[in-house]
């Protein structure tokens, strides 16, 4: 009868395992790159656009990024959002880039730091 439990609830665990990787596969197989960017505001004028000097990349952690390829002097453009616009010149700001299969593309402010 114990042995009949435990064989039960084993699987009944490892069933729902796979469900929840099956779920969360599809997900993930979605994303083609996603990147996360470090760097740090050095332009904040009234008449001109916000500009951010990106200083390292490096991988997310549900794909690898190719954006770390493709040169020193590449530029990137977004629609930076309010809370970014009202920071100082010299913040600190920490991106995630995530781009689709499909094309679409994301980028998502995870941390801010104003300079001391």
């Not at 996360?36 to 794909?63: C, H, M, W, Y």
């Amino acid at each position: 009868m114990k042995n009949k439990k435990a064989l039960r609830s084993t699987l009944i665990a490892a069933g729902t395992a796979m469900a929840a990787s099956l779920i969360a596969g599809p997900t993930m197989a979605e994303l083609n790159q996603e990147c996360l960017f470090t760097g740090e505001i050095v332009q904040k004028q009234a008449d001109t656009p916000l500009q951010i000097r990106f200083t390292g990349i490096n991988d997310g952690e549900s794909a690898r990024c190719r954006a770390k390829r493709r040169g020193a002097r590449s530029k990137v453009q977004f629609k930076a959002s309010a809370e970014i616009q009202s920071l100082p010149e010299g913040s600190e700001v920490l991106y995630r880039y995530q781009e689709l299969k499909d094309g679409d593309n994301t980028w998502e402010l995870l941390s801010a730091r104003t300079p001391i």
